[in-house]
């Protein structure tokens, strides 16, 4: 499969794993990668938020970087999650080419200074450290306006944006103002997927993969046939899962996601802080019903 063709699918975030000491314990990813795969999840992405990319070292990130494209094997395509500080982005942006990843995602900048036209340097920049690997713009905010947005897409070597803003409306003047060849995917997850579908973009990131890979394409398949009763039906039954996610101001987003992989068997270890660990009871109980109705346990 070609990237553009996955970037128009499924964009899995893979947790963090983490063992008993705090260390990064990639390994305990390769029965969730080879479940996600085998359901059909078309793009893996390592360092994305729900791989807890902020509270992670820059040599953790590499690190991931490696280990995941290591354990897809070139079963699909891996993208990789790049940003903050330049220096880090650009080392990320090194191991991620030489491990033969497919392309990487470039956060939002959350410097409190930043300037569009800085982006555009700062683009060119991991565009050169990564020898030009294909990138994804991940805007999670979209107040730089429609005509910032264009100039970032206009570098050379961007091929889509994952858009995380609950802004249709943009989305739309978004692909209206770029080139038609960038691929625009809904970042904000299977919830809001029917949303921006419906204004033009194709596929949709998830977190849900790492549990219930089998969901997600299900969703993604009734979306590319434009049977949305079928797709909001199949969200309506996974949106529990959604909703512990985005409590606690989304600081449960990775918690919610990896006590369900212990519930299941697949123990990644427990979330950083500054994001929630545990769930609280109240939380733990709605989630273990979730996965008890949906025979995951």
Excluded at 187 to 216: H, K, M, Q
Excluded at 271 to 297: E, G, T, V, Y
Aim: charged share 15%.
């Amino acid at each position: 499969m070609t990237l553009d063709t996955a970037l128009s699918g499924i964009s899995g975030i893979l947790v963090t794993p983490y063992d008993a000491a705090g260390k990064i314990a990639p390994a305990r990813l390769a029965p969730i990668i080879d479940r996600a795969l085998g359901a059909g999840m078309h793009l893996p992405v390592a360092n994305g938020n729900t791989g807890e990319f902020y509270s992670l070292t820059t040599d953790e990130a590499a690190t991931m970087a490696r280990e995941v494209v290591a354990m897809v094997a070139g079963r699909a395509p891996v993208l990789v999650g790049v940003g903050r500080g330049l220096h880090d982005a650009a080392t990320v942006a090194r191991a991620a080419a030489e491990a033969g990843a497919a392309g990487v995602m470039v956060h939002q900048l959350p410097d409190p200074f930043v300037a569009p036209r800085g982006i555009v340097d700062y683009l060119h920049a991991v565009n050169d450290a990564s020898g030009g690997l294909p990138m994804m713009l991940y805007l999670r905010n979209d107040a730089i306006g429609t005509r910032a947005i264009a100039d970032l897409c206009a570098v050379p070597n961007v091929r889509g944006v994952k858009w995380a803003t609950p802004n249709p409306l943009k989305l739309a003047e978004a692909i209206a103002a770029c080139d038609p060849s960038i691929t625009w995917v809904g970042g904000l997850a299977e919830i809001w997927a029917p949303v921006f579908y419906a204004v033009g973009a194709r596929g949709f990131t998830s977190g849900l993969v790492n549990v219930w890979p089998e969901r997600s394409m299900a969703i993604h398949a009734a979306l590319e046939a434009g049977d949305y009763q079928q797709a909001n039906r199949l969200i309506a039954g996974m949106r529990a899962f959604e909703e512990i996610r985005a409590e606690e101001m989304n600081g449960t987003n990775v918690t919610g996601v990896k006590a369900a992989l212990q519930a299941t068997g697949q123990d990644c270890g427990p979330a950083r802080p500054p994001a929630a660990w545990p769930l609280s009871d109240a939380q733990h109980a709605r989630m273990m019903r979730f996965l008890q109705d949906n025979k995951l346990i």
